[in-house]
């Protein structure tokens, strides 16, 4: 079946370093896959998609690259913020209709000043 | 702002009652999936709609129960509460069933004592 995998946190980080967040899936064909970011006492927001393999998806300073090779969508920051610690969640959407979404465990940031 | 709303924010139950949660989607949106998510962990997909009908669900018990109408809102009832069902529960919708991208509203925060 369909599935995604996320390094376990807390990831704890000071402000200005370089984040990665690693997250693996496992699924047939081809799904779109998404990075979404909660923040404390919200629901979900799109970070940052992309829905083919090679595709690179961007979103305030955030990046991920959709590797079908090594099945992965590793979610990278050049120079993080206090303004990011959040809880991150990939997800994938399988390619066979609708968005009946798959999310990972999440990855709890906290970024120190 | 992702134009989803959910109301209530939190709500307290016993355990054995019923409950039901509302939720409005953007205006145009023909598609509306639910979610539950337990403390630290990743939203599971409880149910989906598409033009008022269900779609697809995931592995959760009768009980857990839905509607939507023509208005763009929707519910989730959930009856003979149990104490695991505590959890943040989210909807997310999206213009139909071709479009992956989902947009969440904050949740509904259920506690059941």
């Known amino acids: 079946g369909n599935s995604v995998t996320q390094m376990e946190g807390p990831v704890t980080l000071s402000e200005e370093a370089f984040l990665t967040i690693n997250c693996t899936y496992t699924?047939?064909?081809?799904?779109?896959l998404f990075w979404y970011v909660q923040y404390p006492g919200e629901g979900l927001q799109l970070l940052l998609k992309?829905?083919?393999?090679?595709d690179k998806g961007s979103n305030k300073g955030f990046e991920a690259t959709y590797r079908k090779e090594t099945t992965s969508f590793h979610l990278e920051k050049g120079s993080v913020q206090v303004s990011d610690s959040a809880v991150y969640f990939c997800?994938?959407?399988?390619?066979?209709?609708?968005?009946?979404?798959?999310f990972g465990a999440g990855t709890r940031l906290f970024v120190k000043a | 702002e992702t134009g989803v709303t959910q109301s209530p924010t939190h709500l307290i139950k016993t355990r054995g009652q019923q409950v039901t949660l509302r939720c409005s989607s953007q205006?145009?949106?023909?598609?509306v999936s639910w979610y539950q998510q337990a403390l630290g962990q990743g939203p599971q997909f409880i149910f989906q709609?598409?033009?008022?009908?269900?779609?697809g669900r995931g592995n959760f018990p009768p009980r857990f129960s839905g509607l939507q109408f023509p208005n763009y809102s929707s519910e989730l009832n959930v009856n003979a509460l149990e104490l695991d069902d505590s959890a943040l529960y989210l909807c997310?919708?999206?213009?139909?069933?071709?479009?992956?991208?989902?947009?969440f509203g904050q949740g509904t925060r259920l506690t059941v004592v």
């Open positions: 997310a919708s999206s213009m139909d069933l071709v479009n992956t991208e989902a947009f």
């Open positions: 997800a994938l959407t399988p390619n066979t209709g609708g968005f009946k979404t798959i």
């Open positions: 992309a829905t083919k393999a090679d």
């Open positions: 699924a047939t064909g081809y799904p779109s």
């Open positions: 205006s145009g949106h023909n598609t």
């Open positions: 709609y598409y033009r008022e009908e269900e779609n």
